[in-house]
């Protein structure tokens, strides 16, 4: 068979095809009967066609619906992994402050330290310094003592000019008028043995009866007085007691005590306390306590200057 002939048959064909399918409703004189048997024969009949088709319809709608889904889910999903994302730039930001947070901390810590020890440094420094000072101005505060000693002995020797030429003992000082001594270097001794040891010397135990006598005594002791003991440890005996007769306070030449120069709450006759003491106090004003006539410690010793032999 030639191009043109099969050609031809084709569309002998389609038009008997379009015709088959308007063959329910039109009777086209063109095609004979048999075409029409024909054409039923080599396609499926028109009802039997359309429920594969709805079929499919159905299937594909299904099939769009379940992608819709699909895309939807998708949708959120990226949605949610984007929104992941985020949080984790979030964090992975937050993570670099706090970094940036914890190393400026850590500066910070260092340099801290740094101006801690800088001041501890100067705090030392101070501190040396203030150790040195004050040593310095203990050392100036006996030198001052010293010298305030050396001045009221100095000037004691000016009445004794002005008197003629009375004097007092080696070892003794004159002072106010009298001569005093102060047995820096003997062993401590009872009030009664203290004043024996006076009177044998031509004197008795001291009469402090003055303001003056009081505050250049006091001097002198504290002068002498080593200020790490305690002040107990620096205690004199004085002429003072009231071994006759409890609260009735009475010089050597028994004349009786009008002014005086008590601690504050002496005298106590704490535990059977009869004998006078005076100590460095600070006050010389305050410089006295009672104690036991029994105890052992230093004394002072007074006598009248005497005249040159
Ligand atoms: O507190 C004052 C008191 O101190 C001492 O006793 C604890 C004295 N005693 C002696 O010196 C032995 C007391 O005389 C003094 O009153
Ligand atoms: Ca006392």
């Not at 002005?162 to 009030?191: A, D, Q, V």
Request: proline fraction near 4%; charged fraction near 25%.
């Amino acid at each position: 068979m030639s191009d043109r002939e099969n050609s031809s048959s084709f569309v002998a064909t389609f038009d008997k095809l379009i015709c088959a399918d308007d063959s329910g409703t039109d009777e086209n004189p063109l095609y004979s009967s048999q075409d029409k048997q024909q054409v039923s024969m080599s396609m499926p009949r028109h009802e039997s066609s359309r429920i594969p088709y709805r079929l499919l319809t159905v299937i594909l709608a299904v099939m769009a619906v379940i992608l819709l889904a699909i895309n939807i889910g998708l949708g959120v999903y990226y949605n949610q992994l984007t929104g992941g994302q985020q949080t984790i730039k979030d964090i992975h930001s937050e993570v670099a402050k706090l970094q940036a947070a914890y190393s400026a901390a850590i500066q910070e810590r260092i340099d801290a330290k740094k101006q801690l020890d800088r001041e501890l440094g100067e705090q030392q420094r101070l501190k040396w310094d203030l150790e040195h000072q004050t040593k310095r101005s203990k050392d100036y505060e006996k030198q001052i003592h010293k010298i305030q000693d050396e001045v009221s002995e100095l000037k004691s020797l000016i009445p004794l000019f002005s008197m003629g030429c009375r004097h007092c003992n080696t070892g003794w000082i004159f002072l106010h008028l009298r001569c005093y001594y102060f047995p820096f270097h003997e062993l401590p001794r009872r009030w009664n043995e203290a004043r024996q040891f006076c009177q044998k010397l031509g004197g008795d135990l001291a009469v402090i009866d003055t303001p003056e006598k009081t505050v250049s005594i006091t001097n002198l002791i504290k002068s002498h007085h080593d200020a790490e003991r305690s002040i107990y440890q620096g205690a004199y005996w004085f002429g003072l007691s009231d071994v006759e007769e409890e609260n009735v306070w009475k010089w050597p030449d028994g004349r009786r005590l009008t002014e005086s120069y008590w601690n504050d709450g002496e005298p106590n006759d704490d535990n059977d306390e009869d004998c006078g003491a005076t100590y460095p106090r600070k006050n010389p004003l305050k410089a006295w306590n009672d104690a036991p006539c029994n105890m052992y410690m230093k004394w002072i010793c007074e006598m009248e200057p005497h005249d040159i032999i």
